[in-house]
């Protein structure tokens, strides 16, 4: 089973972007079927999701963040990063990263999860 840790700078400023890391170990994130799944909790509130990277690259996003955000990879690094540009105080949240065997298949494994807060 794979371990995430994310990593982020914790506290942002609207409009600034934001990016935050997931590195992976116990596998590498080209490993056959893994997706690699970005999910926030807003406080008192449920879950969202944010996106996906599959294990070959391939990107999905969550339509309703529109063109705030990205995901990319350093496989050399094995780790994945989420960026949000734009931010507002409505993205503060817990960001987790998460593996799933198929996209909506449900989470295999989960990080920790990083606390970003976008404050003046």
């Known amino acids: 089973q794979v371990q995430l840790q994310e990593s982020g700078p914790g506290l942002v400023r609207p409009s600034q972007t934001l990016s935050l890391t997931c590195m992976v170990s116990g596998g590498s994130i080209t490993m056959d079927t893994l997706y690699w799944t970005w999910i926030r909790q807003f406080p008192e509130k449920g879950l969202e999701w944010v996106g996906a990277?599959?294990?070959?690259?391939?990107?999905y996003l969550n339509p309703l963040l529109g063109s705030r955000i990205s995901i990319s990879r350093d496989t050399s690094k094995n780790q994945v990063t989420l960026q949000m540009t734009s931010t507002t105080l409505e993205d503060t949240a817990m960001y987790y990263c998460?593996?799933?065997?198929?996209?909506?298949?449900?989470?295999?494994?989960w990080g920790k999860g990083t606390q970003v807060t976008v404050s003046l």
């Open positions: 990277m599959r294990w070959s690259g391939s990107i």
């Open positions: 998460a593996a799933e065997d198929g996209l909506g298949a449900g989470i295999s494994s």
